[in-house]
């Protein structure tokens, strides 16, 4: 065999090495910590957080939301999509909660742009009233799922701010140039008083971060 081909198949071999290695980090396989349930992890984008306490995913299906239930003895789900009653996804799921007795909340989060003060007074509440084991979820599981991770480990595993950013990252298949109003607001996260008194979304300075519809440009008429 001729040496060009031979460095030909080494490269292409390579290639496909990096590639499966690119793969498996894209579906949660070599994150850690991850929750040991193969199907669910991999598809849902499953995740353990706090062991025993606090979980995170994309949107389960019913036999995966099942499954998740019984393995990890949830007691409350909270949903970062919203309250979508006329959607087959959101039905589904309270019947699943409703049949375990599971709590249900619902909390509407953007997946890429900076939440509002309310959205985010709420989610509090929740973590400090609800009983746990708490799963969230948002539909990838990467980016609203991880904005409300890395707040619960910020108030609840004293974690701070720049080390509960790992909850943003790509093992969770977060994409911070994609989504970067996420992390923007994780690295500015100055606890619940601050969301109350100090945090306003709408400040010129995070129009970067912030879809157009939800505040009124300085200077310009409201969209």
Known sequence: MSRPRRLHRRLL???????????ALWL????????????PSIIANLHEV???????????????LQS???????RTIINLRGYETEDDWYQQEIRV?????????????????????????????????????????????????????????????????????????????????LKPAKRYFIERYQGEQWVRNGYEPCDPEHFHYYRARHCRPQGGPES
Do not use: K
């Open 13 to 23: 071999g390579l290639g496909a090495v990096l590639l499966a290695a690119l793969a």
């Open 28 to 39: 949660g396989v070599l994150s850690e910590p991850r929750v040991e349930l193969l199907g």
């Open 50 to 64: 706090d062991p025993g306490r606090f979980y995170r995913s994309g949107q389960l299906n019913p036999s995966q």
């Open 68 to 74: 998740t239930l019984d393995t990890l003895d949830i």
């Open 97 to 177: 909660a409703e049949r375990n007795g599971v709590a249900h909340h619902n909390v509407r989060l953007s997946s890429s742009s900076l939440p509002q003060p309310e959205e985010i007074e709420r989610l509090l509440s929740l973590y400090g009233e609800v009983e746990r084991p708490i799963l969230v979820h948002c539909h990838g599981g990467a980016d609203r799922a991880g904005e409300a991770s890395a707040l619960y480990q910020i108030e609840y595993m004293g974690r701070s701010p720049e080390e509960a950013l790992a909850m943003l990252s790509f093992p969770y298949r977060h994409l911070s140039w």
